[in-house]
């Protein structure tokens, strides 16, 4: 079983509910990327996910738009986030996924890309421009390296493909909240509580949702019926801030996140 | 081999190992549901029927073939003749696929178009189908661009739509296609983007292509006419490569020859041009796996040509396919060679062609007086040079 895997089973048994940051790895720099991990272990995160840059980011808002070009201007690159997991796996054992675009993984070459990161000890990706019909290569490396690619469903997506995207993802599933691109405005519509409720007929799957969740009060609404909550944008606006504000609010997002 | 050739894309939007659905699961459904509305459209006789007429009653086609005779007596070899997409409405070829969208969105009952556009040209073709339609109009436009080409700017101002100001990134034409995109992400429910070119995700380059084919159907019949044959040679600028792929298609089970032109801006050494298979690698970006410029780890390099039509990082993934399998052979032009070919054909034929178009008018130039007085090239001549005049008169230095 993955260690992303593992995490879920363990947190359902506490009845708990799983805390999973983004940070974009490399803004401002890969040093500042490693102690802003403790941080967000120290605050209480299950699963830290890390943004690898990429120069066309469009499933991103302005927020993580001008994080990934902060940190290309750094020089950091795939290989480069791949290098600064296998240093955190020194001192932390917390699950760690990246979330890149495909481009950026076509040109490693998927193989060596699922070979390179699980020996590192990234657990897995969200890779939100690769559909599960676009993914039968990758798939078949990760399925040999217990690596998990994890995909997306919208508010948008059909039955039919709530059925293909569930039975592909690994870990877990990532709901998008919004129809739109990360960093937007949630609008906590009572139907996302209905659309969970339709993939978990379709999958026993954990579901985290994401997108555009920003205070504790929304990630203490969204926890009601996710069995994850992740906040992106909101956390690299933080980073940019004192480390004492950033404590703070990290500790309130994961007091409420139940 | 040409029919295999004509029988891409594969259900999956694939030609050969290039297109695909690269994009957001939010954005999935509405490429299937996109897909079966233009499939369902190019068998309904009405849609058909609605089309073809305002071809011939709003956009003006079929256009003219014309010989160019000083151009051919200038280059001392084969017969040039230029298809006149120039004279198209709006002054390029990109109308033929706007109306052909904008119809099937109001048909797929949508209230609002969205586009992107570099030099203007797509824009300004958009919110012309938008305002035949009814529908609202919102274009992204880099800003950089915008201060180049503010002529068309308030074109599409005037013609009703809202042109909106794409400050991030490089702030051109790639940067226009991020922005519509997460636009459309946004509000999938009650708009259509509008791919102006023969790329993005499936259904888009088959679907651009099958608008812009009317392009080479009408100057096949046209050069039998005119010569009693086909023609030796096609040539026609690539950017996303959709005027190309309009005057091929209908072509590639012929023994005509073809050849793309690519922007080679400063030359291919300097690195500043944009020439995807002469200087580019396999890559997926906005939607498609094609030829892509890009660095070594797979972030997207910046372009630059004079024209800023033909300014991008990425090519058609039909283009790619038809590179592949040797139909058609790719070539570029430079930022100089585009000028020269530029000022020849206004002041041989009285023609002042787009710079885009200049391109394939620069490859023209070099083969023709290679080839024999009996042999036939037909050069798409895709817009028309309005816009890029004082653009030309800033280059030579020249104050209007």
């Not at chain 2, 298609?249 to 793309?260: N, P, Q």
């Not at chain 2, 028309?384 to 800033?394: E, F």
């Amino acid at each position: 079983m993955s260690r992303i895997s593992s995490k879920f089973k363990e947190i359902r048994k506490r009845k708990a509910k799983a805390f999973i940051p983004y940070i974009m790895a490399g803004d401002p720099g890969l040093a500042r990327t490693k102690e802003l991990v403790s941080i967000l272990e120290d605050c209480g995160a299950d699963i830290i996910e890390l943004g690898v840059p990429f120069s066309d980011p469009l499933a991103d808002g302005p927020t993580i738009q001008k994080a990934a070009q902060r940190a290309l201007q750094q020089g950091v690159t795939l290989h480069s986030v791949i290098e600064l997991v296998r240093s955190l796996r020194s001192f932390t054992q917390i699950p760690v996924l990246l979330m890149t675009y495909y481009n950026l993984i076509f040109k490693y070459g998927e193989e060596r890309f699922v070979g390179d990161a699980s020996s590192a000890g990234v657990d897995g990706i969200i890779v939100p421009d690769l559909p599960p019909e676009e993914a039968g290569n990758i798939l078949m490396h990760a399925k040999k390296a217990d690596f998990d690619i994890i995909f997306l469903l919208a508010p948008t997506s059909t039955e039919e493909r709530i059925r293909r995207v569930a039975r592909a993802s690994g870990g877990f599933i990532y709901y998008v909240s919004i129809t739109g691109i990360t960093g937007a405005r949630l609008s906590l519509d009572p139907a996302i509580a209905s659309h969970i409720a339709g993939i978990r007929q379709e999958s026993g799957k954990p579901i985290a949702v994401g997108f555009g969740i920003s205070t504790p009060e929304e990630a203490a609404a969204v926890s009601e019926f996710a069995d994850g909550v992740i906040v992106g944008s909101a956390i690299v606006k933080q980073v940019e801030g004192s480390e004492e504000d950033l404590r703070l609010y990290l500790n309130a997002l994961r007091a409420a996140i139940r | 081999m040409g029919e295999v050739i004509k029988k891409v894309p594969d259900k999956r939007g694939y030609f050969g190992l290039y297109g695909g659905r690269f994009v957001p699961e939010t954005l999935m459904p509405a490429l299937f549901e996109l897909e079966k509305a233009y499939l369902a459209s190019k068998k309904d006789p009405g849609f058909q029927k609605e089309l073809l007429h305002l071809q011939r009653t709003y956009i003006g086609r079929p256009t003219p073939l014309y010989f160019a005779k000083r151009l051919t007596e200038e280059l001392g070899g084969a017969r040039v003749y230029l298809k006149r997409e120039d004279l198209a409405h709006t002054g390029a070829h990109k109308i033929n696929n706007a109306i052909g969208q904008a119809l099937l969105a109001q048909r797929m009952g949508k209230k609002r178009l969205i586009a992107e556009t570099g030099a203007g040209q797509h824009g300004v073709a958009t919110a012309t189908g938008a305002a035949l339609t009814g529908l609202s109009c919102d274009i992204y436009m880099g800003s950089e661009d915008i201060a180049r080409q503010s002529l068309n700017v308030f074109r599409m101002k005037l013609l009703g739509a809202r042109v909106i100001d794409v400050t991030i990134g490089s702030r051109t034409l790639k940067d226009a296609i991020n922005e519509g995109l997460r636009d459309w992400t946004t509000n999938v429910g009650n708009t259509h983007y509008v791919m102006g070119t023969v790329f993005g995700p499936h259904p888009f380059p088959l679907m651009v292509r099958d608008f812009q084919s009317v392009i080479g159907r009408e100057a096949r019949k046209q050069i039998m006419q005119e010569e009693g044959r086909l023609p030796d040679y096609l040539i026609a600028c690539v950017g996303g490569g959709s005027n190309a792929i309009g005057l091929f298609h209908d072509f590639l089970e012929s023994d005509a020859k073809m050849i793309g032109v690519e922007a080679g801006g400063r030359g291919i050494y300097t690195g500043e041009h944009a020439a995807r298979f002469a200087g580019g690698s396999i890559g997926v970006l906005q939607g498609a796996k094609s030829y892509l410029l890009q660095d070594d780890d797979g972030n997207v390099l910046g372009t630059h040509s004079v024209s800023a039509g033909l300014d991008y990082a990425a090519v058609g993934p039909e283009h790619s396919f038809l590179k592949d399998s040797g139909r058609v052979q790719y070539t570029f032009a430079t930022d100089d060679e585009a000028l020269r070919a530029f000022e020849l054909l206004a002041r041989t034929e009285g023609i002042i062609p787009a710079l885009e178009s200049s391109h394939a008018l620069a490859e023209a130039a070099k083969l023709a007086p290679r080839l024999s007085r009996e042999e036939i090239v037909i050069v798409n001549l895709s817009g028309r040079g309005d816009k890029d005049v004082q653009h030309v008169a800033r280059i030579k230095g020249i104050g209007l």
